[in-house]
C-alpha cells in the first residue's frame, strides 16, 4: 500500500472536519439549530444519492436494504447527535479553536478504550504516554 492510497481519507477528512467546523460555527445565531442539521441532511441525502449513482458499484435500492444491518441506522443518528452538539457548542461560546479539540481529544481517547476492550486493539507504553499528553494538553488548554 503507497502513501497516498493510505493518506488520502485522512486528508479528506481533514479538510471536511475542518470545512464542517467552520460552517458549524457559522450557523447564524437566529436560525434554529435543528432546522440547520435538517437543511444538512437535505443536501447530504441528494449529494450521496448522487455519488451512489455515479461511483456505486450496486445501483439496486432493494439489494442494498436486504445487505443493511444496524450500522447505518446508529451511524446516522450519532452524525444527527454530532451535528447539533456542535452547532450548540459554539452558540453556547465555544471557540473554533478549542471547542473542537477538546471534542475530538477527548473522542480519541474514549475511541481507544473502545478499541481496547470491543476490538482487542493493543495498547501501547507510547500509545498509553500519547494519550496522557492528550489528557494533560486538555487540562493546559482549559485553564
Known sequence: MNIISYGWPIALL?????????????????????????????????????????????????????????????????????????????????NISIGSTVANILTAIALAGVGVLIYKDVMTVNQLIGIGLCIAGLVVMNR
Open 14 to 94: 481533514v479538510v471536511a472536519h475542518t470545512i464542517y467546523q467552520i460552517s458549524a460555527k457559522s450557523v447564524p445565531d437566529a436560525m434554529d439549530p435543528f432546522a440547520a442539521v435538517f437543511f444538512n441532511y437535505v443536501v447530504a441525502a441528494a449529494l450521496a444519492f448522487c455519488l451512489w449513482m455515479v461511483m456505486g458499484q450496486d445501483r439496486s435500492l432493494t439489494t442494498q436494504l436486504s445487505k443493511m444491518n444496524w450500522a447505518p441506522v446508529t451511524m446516522a443518528m450519532a452524525i444527527t447527535a454530532v451535528e447539533v452538539a456542535s452547532v450548540f457548542m459554539y452558540k453556547v461560546g465555544w
